[in-house]
């Protein structure tokens, strides 16, 4: 009980100091400053947030903005930390991920990346209620905390930076492009063999 309210007591303190507040009321500067943001889950709780905040600090989300950040996967995974005398779950392991993407012209992959959170809870058997309660809280520090990280990484981008990321993916599209038509071209100008005739015997 003690080690999981220091992990949340410090989760808080990190949260406050870096300024994070999901309505924007946080003083958070980005470069980028239009932005599409989609996810497998168009209208999950993460993606609406990760909107928010970008739109209440000046960020221009929209649909057919240059460059697109795509919540690509969000995973959680349970496990049991410790057990009671009589065998029973006594504290669990969270683990939160949410894998992410930026695209640009053409949908073409810039980077991707993902970040991470972890958290324990207890399970009182007396007590499922308040364990579930306890559970659901954890969850709701954990998103906060996985948007804090996006959002920092995200104001670490700049214009410049994925330009030079969107040229460089351009040349690479293109390189495959060429290759591949080289090979069909290579494989078109080979002399096809006839079918084999077999000899039809009179009658």
Known sequence: MIKRNLLVIG????LSACGFQLRGTGDVQFALKEL?????????ETVNQVREVLQNND???YPGAPYSLVLSNEQENRRAASFTSSARTAEYELNKTLEYEIRGSKNL?????????QSFYTQDSNNLIGGDQEAAQIRREMNRELIQQLVL???QISP???DQLQQTAEAKAKAEADALEAARQQQAAQPQ???????????
């Open 153 to 155: 990484r995200l104001q």
């Open 193 to 203: 063999q006839s079918p084999i005739q077999l000899p039809i015997p009179a009658q």
């Open 36 to 44: 599409d943001v989609s996810a497998r889950n168009a209208y999950g």
């Open 160 to 162: 410049q930076q994925l």
């Open 109 to 117: 992959l810039l980077l991707s990346d993902k970040v991470e959170a």
């Open 11 to 14: 989760l808080a303190t990190l």
């Open 59 to 61: 960020v221009r989300v």
